[in-house]
Structure formats: C-alpha cells, structure tokens
C-alpha cells in the first residue's frame, strides 16, 4: 500500500473507531487499526465509553467544542462554525440532532472525504478547503483532546493509548506535509 493509501486507510478506521455504533463495530475498526490487539470486545467498549462517552463524566469528551469555546460545553458557536463549513463543504450530518457537528467522528468522516475525492478521485480542487479545515480547525483543538486522554493520571488503558498515539501521528503528519497529495 503506498503512503497516501495508509493515510487513508488510517482515517478511516479512526472515522470508523469513533462513529461506531456497538461493540462489534469498536472492535472491528480497532482490530484495523492495531494489530496483534489482546483486548477482549466488551472491554474495549468499556474503555471507550469511560474516556470518551459515559454515563459519567467523560475524561475526554469528543467535541471542538469542549476545547474550544470558554465554558466546557456542547452546541456552542464551535458547533455552529462546523455546521457552516460542513455545508460549504456540502457534507450533510447523517447523525442530525443527535450528535453536534463538532463531534470527532464526524469530523475525522469530514476529513476522510475530502481526502477521499483527492486520493482516490484525483479531484484536487477541494484540497484548499481540507486544507483549511486541517490546519484552521482540527488542529486548533486535537491535541487539546489527546492530550487529555494521554495525561489521564486516574485510569489508564493501553487500547485507548494506542488510538489516541494513531490519532495523533495522523493528524501531526497531516500537518506536517500540509495535507499535500503525493
């Protein structure tokens, strides 16, 4: 596989990791994207849901929003910034009124799109716009949200450390080469 196939097969495990709807399909994206993985299915679910969904306070809650905005909260202008870009870029929130558009997973579907139609389309037209969104809005709060997980002193957990190191790597080669097409 070459370089901009892995940096498309990597988005979309980590798109599919956080859109994921159950166990089966948690682990399914995670096995993708660690291999030789010795967790069990419950397990991963359960530290998923423990950093990133609930029913407690997450550690690290999966929204722009939340790293964003002054107070810690959801559906905020962050939000409502995204909802814009997201129909300049003509994307529809196939999770409408259930999850906000700042939410990673929708973010990272976003990402892989438009890196999508480049790659695999060869449609270089919309770089411009993925550009942007990498460098003007994923990157001004990723970091925030990995770091939040990695410095985590109250439960660790070597699956979600080895997703948010993946998330990480991503987005900090992304930015790296400035999103470029090789």
């Known amino acids: ?3 901009n196939s892995n940096r498309l097969k ?4 980590l798109r599919d990791i956080f859109l994921s709807n159950n166990s089966k399909e948690l682990f399914e994206a995670f096995s993708s994207l660690v291999q030789d993985t010795k967790i069990s299915e419950i397990k991963l ?3 998923f849901n423990y950093f990133f969904i609930g029913p407690d306070t997450p550690i690290a809650p999966p929204y722009a929003s939340i790293y964003l905005d002054e107070e810690e909260a959801l559906m905020t202008k962050t939000t409502m910034q995204i909802r814009d870009l997201y ?3 003509g994307f529809k929130n196939s999770l ?3 999850v906000p558009e700042d939410f990673i997973g929708l973010e990272l579907d976003a990402y892989y799109q438009l890196l999508f139609i480049e790659i695999e389309k060869d449609i270089p ?7 942007y969104f990498l460098c003007e809005h994923i990157n001004t ?3 925030k949200f990995t770091n939040r997980v990695l410095e985590n002193k109250n439960k660790k957990s070597n699956a979600i450390n080895l ?3 993946e998330l990480n790597s991503f987005f900090q080669n992304e930015l790296k080469i400035k999103g470029e097409i090789s």
Do not use: G, Q, S
């Open 87 to 89: 129909e300049i870029m």
């Open 141 to 143: 709060w990723i970091f």
């Open 1 to 3: 596989m070459n370089t």
């Open 125 to 131: 037209y919309l770089k411009d716009l993925r550009t």
């Open 163 to 165: 997703i948010i190191k």
């Open 96 to 98: 409408k009124d259930r």
């Open 10 to 13: 990597t988005a979309e495990n």
């Open 45 to 47: 679910e359960t530290e």
